[in-house]
């Protein structure tokens, strides 16, 4: 369960979900950077601190289903379900947590070798501009399809406007006709 310090930071008044979880993402990164958890992916760093904040019971919405697999949707299901039930952890999941402690002595050396490069500012900032890219393919393909729907209303409209002028251009030259 994460700090209680860290849930109080990220329910600042006004916030909204997605900024309470940078809080768990900045606590995940100082983990990494301290060697507290070893990180190889800066996209696993990321995956773990939005669970945390899934698990403490920030309204973080699933991935949409072109963007995460089934399993990983699954998974956040089960985590935001987890922080909804009320009650301490099963009789398993104490065992589970004792026999973590000891293991963590044996993970510590593996943990103090692994690189720090995942969450350096560099791969930090190179993932930020990833995402940043795909949002703005997304984004312009639909201001495409915006442009294109309004260019056929315009389209439409001055067909319309054209329509309309012809067929009152016929009823004068009908008019004229018939007066003479």
Not at 13 to 32: C, K, M, Q, V, Y
Not at 52 to 70: E, N
Request: without cysteine; aromatic residues 2%; charged residues 40%.
């Amino acid at each position: 369960m994460p700090d209680f310090e860290i849930i109080e930071r990220a329910r600042e008044e006004g916030r909204l979900p997605s900024t309470e979880a940078g809080e768990f993402l900045r606590d995940e990164i100082e983990n990494l950077r301290e060697g507290r958890r070893g990180g190889r992916a800066t996209k696993r760093a990321i995956a773990i601190g939005l669970a945390k904040a899934r698990r403490s019971g920030i309204g973080l919405r699933p991935a949409k289903r072109r963007t995460a697999s089934s399993r990983t949707r699954r998974r956040v299901a089960l985590k935001v379900a987890a922080a909804r039930r009320v009650g301490g952890p099963k009789v398993a999941r104490k065992r589970a947590v004792r026999r973590a402690v000891a293991r963590r002595a044996l993970v510590r050396g593996a943990i103090k070798r692994q690189a720090r490069s995942a969450i350096a500012r560099r791969a930090l900032a190179s993932r930020v501009r990833t995402t940043a890219r795909r949002r703005a393919v997304v984004k312009s393909a639909v201001a495409r399809k915006a442009a294109r729907t309004r260019a056929k209303a315009g389209i439409k409209a001055r067909a319309r406007v054209r329509t309309r002028a012809r067929v009152r251009t016929r009823a004068r030259v009908r008019a004229r006709a018939r007066s003479r």
